[in-house]
């Protein structure tokens, strides 16, 4: 696994298609380790995955354009964004982040916002995410955030807590 974002992406990728059709046996063992991998040695009892301080900017969707914050932690099922720009609670937004040379879009709604004092917002990952290689070829660079595949990406219906399912 190369890094937490991509743990996370693969995590919801996989919880995505299990909402859509049936995993077989490789990617159901595949969701239920990565589940455990992101859950860790939980020591809040109230969260489903522990939240960890990851550090780095993002970008995400708004009504006429796209914001732009910095990430105060995230788990495999959320993430906290610090902004001047928070979105009120029921919207939907993409969030766009590079790491590592990968560009990781991630549909997700939010639950959360602080339009006072401490700003920001925090997003439940809701759909299936995508990925694409950062300056590789022309179809794959930064340009794809602009005019991309957002089109090829699938947002959730709703927001949905569900554990892996293992037979």
């Keep these: 696994m190369r890094n937490l974002f991509e743990m996370i992406f693969e ?10 059709v049936p995993l ?15 859950q860790g040695e939980r020591s809040d009892a109230q969260r489903q995955m522990p939240r960890l301080p990851y550090p780095t900017g993002v970008q995400f969707t708004m009504p006429g354009g796209f914001g732009v914050g910095a990430v105060k932690n995230l788990s495999g099922l959320g993430i906290a964004i610090a902004t001047r720009k928070p979105l009120s609670v029921g919207a939907r937004t993409v969030v766009r982040v590079e790491e590592n040379g990968t560009e990781y879009f991630f549909p997700c709604r939010v639950c959360w916002s602080r339009k006072e004092h401490s700003l920001g917002m925090g997003l439940a990952f809701d759909g299936v995410p995508t990925r694409a290689t950062l300056f590789g070829d022309e179809d794959s660079s930064g340009i794809r955030w602009q005019s991309m595949g957002l089109r090829a990406m699938r947002l959730g219906t709703e927001m949905v807590k569900t554990e892996p399912k293992v037979a």
């Design 24 to 38: 077989d046996d490789d990617e159901r063992v595949r969701l239920y380790g990565l589940a455990q991998l992101l």
């Design 11 to 20: 995590y919801q990728l996989l919880r995505g298609k299990d909402q859509l």
